[in-house]
């Protein structure tokens, strides 16, 4: 559910969707509350979405069922925190590229072993995603109170953040990059259906350019951004 924070809290116009966004009317009924003074700021609030695959004919039959949950601190809501709330939207916006930087060497290291990724699963994305998801909800619940209020603290916590979401990526690409065979490390050629070469894989190639598909997305303090 946090991989859609944008879509049930931030509302406005998307660049990245380019349309506006209209929010769930029960966050709007909070936002209201919030301006009575009605919510309690010291409880959290979870919230939870019920997702449900239609098939059949006429999509009559339920073929899957899943849900999901997410627990926030109301100040978060807030129509005050617009520009918090975007900040998590940005940076889970660079989760979501991180995870296809992952996605990117594993499929590279399967090339270099002589395998053909277009026949794999996203398993590198897979693997983040599941790696990041708890560690993304508990740095959620730390907007509030003085947090909110501090912009350094504010700009300390989105740097621990990234810092913590790059170490787990390069986690999860060390450990793929040591179960690969010795093939990867010599490498070989890929070439395409007409037999024009198509490029040369191999392990430190792949580990260098997951290294700086990782450094454009998360730079260091005083890179370009």
């Known amino acids: ?22 929010i769930p009317g029960i966050i709007s009924w909070l936002r209201t509350l919030q301006e009575v003074n009605l919510l309690p700021t010291n409880d959290t609030i979870s919230f939870r979405i019920i997702a449900l695959e239609y098939g059949g004919s006429q999509n009559s039959i339920i073929n899957d069922f899943s849900s999901d949950t ?23 916006v660079k989760c979501n590229k991180a ?25 590198g ?13 508990k740095w959620l619940l730390q907007f509030r109170g003085d947090l909110l209020k501090d912009p350094k603290q504010l700009e300390n916590a989105y740097q ?9 990526a ?25 037999g024009n070469v198509r490029g040369f894989y191999s392990l430190p190639r792949a580990d260098k350019w997951f290294k700086l598909e990782l450094a454009k997305i998360y730079p260091k303090e005083g890179d370009a951004k």
């Open 125 to 137: 994305e897979m693997l983040f995603y599941r790696a990041v998801d708890e560690p993304f909800r």
């Open 70 to 92: 997410l627990t926030l601190y109301p100040e978060l809501l807030s129509e005050r925190e617009r520009g918090v709330q975007e900040t998590i939207e940005q940076q889970i």
């Open 170 to 194: 390069n986690q999860i690409g060390d450990e793929e990059e040591q179960r690969a065979n010795l093939t990867a490390f010599s490498g070989r050629i890929k070439k395409d259906e007409n």
């Open 99 to 123: 995870a296809r930087a992952v996605n990117h060497l594993f499929n590279n290291i399967l090339l270099a072993e002589g395998g053909d990724p277009g026949k794999s699963i996203r398993k």
């Open 1 to 22: 559910m946090w991989r859609d924070f944008g879509s049930y809290f931030v509302e406005g116009f998307s660049e990245g969707a380019g349309e506006t966004k209209h």
């Open 160 to 168: 621990k953040w990234e810092q913590q979401a790059k170490n787990i």
